[in-house]
């Protein structure tokens, strides 16, 4: 047995497709559940893709979270003043050749850089062509800053790339237009992890972060074991932190890989699925 029943002292949830549902809200089960094991003393955390300036951290504090694991774990915060706990993210050097490869695909890029967004100025009128639920196209509209060319605002101002993200537009036949192309690209630089995060885009980050290195970080922060955590997620991005919590746990709505891997199931994230798993293993 991977952990002691009843004996969780932190759970990790992934946002979207997770926390979030589909109109990228949090629903009432699942912050009526979350603040009922906060006043039990157990720490609730964000692990998501996104980067600081994509949480809603008013509704988090709110609920009672206080930390965040952002941009597949490069990199920690504390929600009530954007204070960094940890960071491992790649020098312009590292990233910018890369991106350099990237620019010449007709892709939508984004960098995360001390916990905001950056995009190419020509992916900006093209926001509306991804594939993906209209709170995330608001989203993204709403959060980037758009420097005409992005690797040379990176290597200009020499900032700190926590992830980059990388979504695709959805051609007449089914496909994501360059998408193969680019997994080709990434799969030639070693030195990168990179997986997809969800709405089949891909995402990497220095070789070796995953959210599951952010958890463990977190809980060395904060003095709790990793025998006392769980964690929920939906896609390949929480594949790694999934398999580190002690409890893994798949929402209804997560992808086969991640299911296979995690110790439970849980309802979908249109079905309060955060506030099952929370019940089924804290408050039984």
């Known amino acids: 047995m991977k952990y002691m029943k009843n004996n969780i002292k932190l759970v990790a949830l992934d946002m979207d497709g997770t926390l979030f549902n589909e109109q990228s809200q949090v629903s009432a089960a699942d912050q009526e559940a979350i603040r009922e094991i906060s006043a039990k003393g157990v720490t609730v955390v964000i692990s998501t893709g996104r980067p600081y300036v994509g949480l809603p951290v008013d509704v988090l504090t709110d609920i009672g979270i206080r ?31 890369i991106i350099r490869e990237l620019q010449k695909k007709d892709i939508h890029m984004d960098a995360f850089i001390e916990g905001k967004c950056y995009s190419q100025r020509s992916c900006e ?9 209209e709170p995330m196209r ?17 290597i200009e101002h020499r900032l700190p790339v926590q992830k980059m993200t990388l979504n695709f537009y959805l051609l007449p036949d089914g496909t994501f237009q360059h ?14 992890t990179y997986l997809s995060g969800g709405y ?17 970080m977190l809980c060395d922060y904060l003095g709790i074991d990793i025998a006392s955590t769980m964690a929920c997620g939906d896609t390949q991005n929480d594949m790694d932190i999934i398999k580190t919590a002690a409890i893994g746990v798949a929402m209804g709505n997560a992808i086969d890989e991640v299911k296979a891997a995690a ?22």
């Not at 965040?68 to 993210?89: H, K």
């Not at 093209?126 to 993906?132: G, S, T």
């Open 200 to 216: 089949h885009n891909l995402e990497f980050t220095r070789r070796g972060t995953t959210k599951g290195t952010g958890l463990r």
């Open 179 to 192: 998408r193969d192309d680019t997994l080709n690209i990434l799969a030639s630089h070693p030195e990168i």
């Open 263 to 284: 110790d439970y199931i849980t309802l979908s994230n249109e079905e309060s699925g955060v506030a099952h798993a929370i019940r089924h293993y804290i408050l039984n």
């Open 125 to 133: 009128p093209q926001i509306d062509r991804l594939d993906m639920p």
């Open 67 to 97: 930390y965040a694991i952002t941009t597949n774990g490069a990199s920690i915060y504390r929600l009530c003043d954007m204070e960094c706990i940890y960071s491992n993210c790649m020098e312009p050097e590292f990233v910018c050749p």
């Open 138 to 154: 608001n989203y993204i509209k709403s959060t980037r800053f758009f420097p005409d060319d992005l690797a040379a605002y990176i």
